[in-house]
């Protein structure tokens, strides 16, 4: 491959070869195939309109016939996480077909250990700070990786504008993504689908969506999420459990943080349930990723305690901390992956929602309980108050309405 300022294109372009650009603007690189060797100028794409498209029943398409599937998903760990359904409805109703995912790197704990995804290919968003040139030659690699799989089918579960240029480059007999009116945009896919206008819909049933507008409609038993925590991170929370001597369902797991501060409760009314909690014979094992900010509020929190407490902060994988809270009596957390994986190993869940929308994005598929503000303007989806990062909707819970709702579930189980 070539790559010069602004582009990137195959010395030897020839009807049918991959062209492909650098988008100033986005810094991705976009692939189109061309009809004749194209030069700068040269025309493209065109010739890669979906053909062979199999024939339409008002059940939706026959895909018996079809070997391959790509399902591409490019958002953050519990977007990611939400999808497995898309999976295992998949397989269920075409178990011929190997089925892949196309998420970003840092995702891929998310799915991995799938029972119904075949492979996993990732894109890392590092590859656009090592400049254009190793961008191009990752971006390409992947290219040909995927155009070797000769997918049927590629199922598009966003409005990311990757998605749209891959299918067309693909070519694939059938592709289905939510309606969109980018340019371009529909002629990229066989199907697109509707999302609802003015009602919210949970993130899960929007992903089946996209099933549903090719005729296959889950039963509620096909919805349930899939995590795969795995052998390994099996063994190590069995052994951080047993040093700390705490029992397998005999603890309450909290995982207080989030990525996005705006979205947690402040740290001394976290820490005043943990009392709670406690004194009420509950032991609590607390956990929050390695940055910065998450290590400052879980030592906020273990100042006011004033008590030792056991704390997995930093020390634990994605598939680890899915280990460990599928070992809990209840999870407790705020709207986060780690509260999306709690649901998706079965754990009870008292979840707290501020800014954003508890119908689109609330615990899914176990007991729960929501602990919301009656603020009239939430959610609004905004990054705290008047952007200040600070969301009262969340600041003013009181503790008491978060102890209570742990209560109810730690009864019902």
């Keep these: 491959m070539l790559v010069c300022h602004g582009a990137a294109i195959t010395p030897s372009a020839e009807a049918g070869s991959f062209f492909v650009w650098l988008d100033g603007r986005t810094g991705i690189f976009i692939a189109q195939r061309a009809i004749v060797a194209p030069g700068f100028g040269g025309g493209c794409s065109k010739a890669w309109q979906n053909s062979g498209m199999p024939s339409e029943t008002p059940a939706g398409p026959d895909l018996s016939r079809f070997q391959r599937a790509l399902v591409i998903k490019l958002r953050h760990h519990g977007d990611v996480l939400l999808t497995s359904p898309v999976f295992s409805l998949l397989k269920a109703r075409a178990p011929q077909l190997a089925i892949d995912a196309l998420i970003y790197a840092e995702t891929a704990d998310m799915l991995t250990g799938h029972p119904a995804i075949d492979q996993v290919h990732v894109i890392d968003r590092d590859w656009k700070k ?15 990786t995927l155009d070797k799989r000769h997918y049927d089918l590629i199922v598009h579960l966003t409005e990311h504008p990757r998605g749209a240029w891959l299918t067309r480059l693909l070519r694939p007999k059938l592709s289905v993504a939510p309606a969109h009116d980018r340019a371009l945009w529909k002629p990229s896919f066989s199907h697109v689908y ?32 899939v995590l795969v925590p795995g052998a390994a991170a099996d063994k190590r929370i069995d052994e951080l459990l047993a040093q700390a001597h705490v029992q397998a369902g005999k603890f309450i ?16 009314k976290m820490a005043d349930l943990i009392l709670e909690l406690g004194r009420a014979g509950h032991r609590v094992v ?24 056991v704390d997995f902060t930093g020390m634990l994988t994605l598939k680890e901390l899915a280990a460990l809270t599928s070992r809990a009596r209840l999870f407790i957390g705020v709207d986060s992956a780690p509260m999306h994986m709690a649901a998706a190993v079965g754990t009870p869940t008292v979840a707290l929602f501020g800014p954003s929308g508890e119908k689109q994005w609330g615990p899914w598929g176990v007991p729960f309980r929501l602990v919301t503000s009656d603020h009239s303007c939430r959610p609004c989806g905004n990054d705290g108050c008047g952007g200040s990062k600070v969301s009262e909707c969340l600041t003013t819970l009181p503790v008491e309405r978060v102890l209570a709702a742990a209560n109810e579930l730690l009864a019902a189980g």
């Design 130 to 144: 090592r400049g254009p040139i190793i961008q191009g030659a990752k971006e390409w690699s992947l290219l040909r």
């Design 194 to 225: 509707p999302q609802p206008r003015h009602t919210p819909r949970h993130t899960v049933e929007s992903n089946l969506d996209a099933l549903r507008r090719l005729g296959l409609h889950p039963t509620e038993a096909e919805k349930k999420l």
């Design 253 to 268: 797991h909290i995982h207080p943080t989030s990525r996005w501060f705006f979205k947690t409760w402040p740290a001394e």
């Design 286 to 309: 607390l956990s929050a990723a390695p940055a910065a900010n998450e290590r400052a509020m879980i030592a906020a929190i273990k100042e006011r305690l004033k008590a030792p407490v």
